[in-house]
């Protein structure tokens, strides 16, 4: 008797776990949701209705994060943000460079992701908190990335792939290697220096 009741205490025990992200979220492809998000905008338009979709434009926002091909996070906030709406930011198609360095990118461990959002980005004031986030990949598998995308609590987000600046940044961060900007060849297609 005393081993059916254990073994029904066992079973209860084990069978009552909460569990917790056991649902596997499905991939985050880049591509695929620029594609949707830019025909939505179209049929809008072409339906005549009055709702508008604003594309974000721009590639950087105050508050960045980097996700490199290994799944690692990184966070750095940009200094030179400028408004949005009435300045040459919306129409810009390249990146403006921002002189980044290795030393201003923070590793964020996944687990603490969107605990370090909360406290970085949700105590800004309401207009401020947009979050921008590059992949060097055009598809997001890593579990632990997903389940924070689906439970983003940032009213604003974008979601694009790395520059050429943030790359190479990350590169030199990783390699440990001393950055120069000024001797990097730039491909001058893929970033826009300041006059």
Do not use: H
Not at 3 to 15: E, H, Q, S
Not at 21 to 33: F, G, L, R
Not at 109 to 129: A, L, S, W
């Amino acid at each position: 008797m005393k081993k059916v009741v254990v073994l029904i205490l066992i079973c209860l025990l084990f069978g009552c776990n909460k569990k917790e992200d056991s649902e596997v979220q499905k991939p985050y492809i880049i591509s695929a949701a620029n594609i949707k998000i830019q025909k939505y905008s179209d049929s809008l338009k072409n339906s005549g209705s009055k709702i508008r979709v604003l594309p974000l434009k721009g590639f950087y926002g105050e508050c960045n994060l980097i996700i490199d091909r290994n799944g690692d996070v990184l966070y750095f906030q940009n200094k030179k943000v400028g408004r949005i709406c009435g300045t040459e930011m919306e129409n810009d198609t390249l990146p403006q460079f921002l002189d980044l360095q290795p030393k201003d990118l923070i590793k964020i461990p996944k687990d603490c992701i969107e605990k370090f959002i909360d406290e970085n980005v949700m105590t800004k004031e309401k207009r401020r908190q947009i979050l921008v986030v590059g992949s060097q990949t055009d598809t997001i598998n890593d579990q632990k990335i997903l389940s924070f995308f689906y439970k983003i609590k940032v009213p604003t987000y974008l979601i694009r792939r790395t520059t050429q600046e943030e790359d190479t940044v990350l590169s030199y961060k990783k390699k440990n290697a001393f950055y120069y900007s000024d001797s990097i060849k730039w491909d001058k297609t893929k970033i826009k220096f300041p006059d």
